[in-house]
């Protein structure tokens, strides 16, 4: 290609389009990674009587408890945090941001609005410690590199680097610090949240 004899603003034209072509249509277009949600203060965990009534889930959603209706809480809303939480044979649980009696506000879509809903017989509220205990985690994908270290207390030493693939068994919870023990037998301290609030391990059903 020649490049002598045209002027600063083509050649610039020129360079942006050859920028543009290595970088591909795959790197132009690519999705951002999805925006991981606060952790509140707990989940609500719905009840699965059988495989058909599962999928029948249906609950009003509240501006206030009891007051000001703003729609209704479907399975197909429920599958929001399905990438967190996996793909679980009944209905995936919701975070709570709030609780007042048997009132739960949760976070519905993906936009992180929230709303009332008093679940009654269909789920339970959990906290994170209630819900995470011996459960199957693993780290979201997409975090700062610090927050894949297994370490020796928090703050500490370090003990291993995971990836987003490698699961572990969560213990306890202590504060914004879990222990775990993963797939080496290795007991160690992983963050759960990050300083915002947000979640950093998914499950692993």
Known sequence: MRLIGLSGRTLAFFLIL?????????RVDAAPPRMRPYTGIGVVVFRQADNTKSQELQLQLYKEPGLARVGMLSRSRLSVNEW????????????????????????????GRKAWINPRS????QSWEQYLKRQTGRLLP????????LQQQPGGSLLATLSPKQ?????????????????????G???WRDEDGRLLMGINP
């Open 142 to 149: 997409g975090l700062q590199p610090k927050y894949y270290q």
């Open 18 to 26: 050859l920028i543009l072509g290595l970088a591909g249509p795959g």
């Open 84 to 111: 967190i939480f996996g793909l679980q044979e009944g209905n995936p649980p919701l975070v709570v941001s709030a609780r007042k009696g048997d009132w739960l506000r949760i976070y519905y879509d993906d936009a």
């Open 167 to 187: 699961v572990f068994k969560v213990l306890k919870l202590v504060g914004e610090w879990g222990t775990v023990i993963n797939d080496q037998a290795q007991i």
């Open 189 to 191: 301290w992983l963050r």
């Open 122 to 125: 269909k789920g339970s509220f």
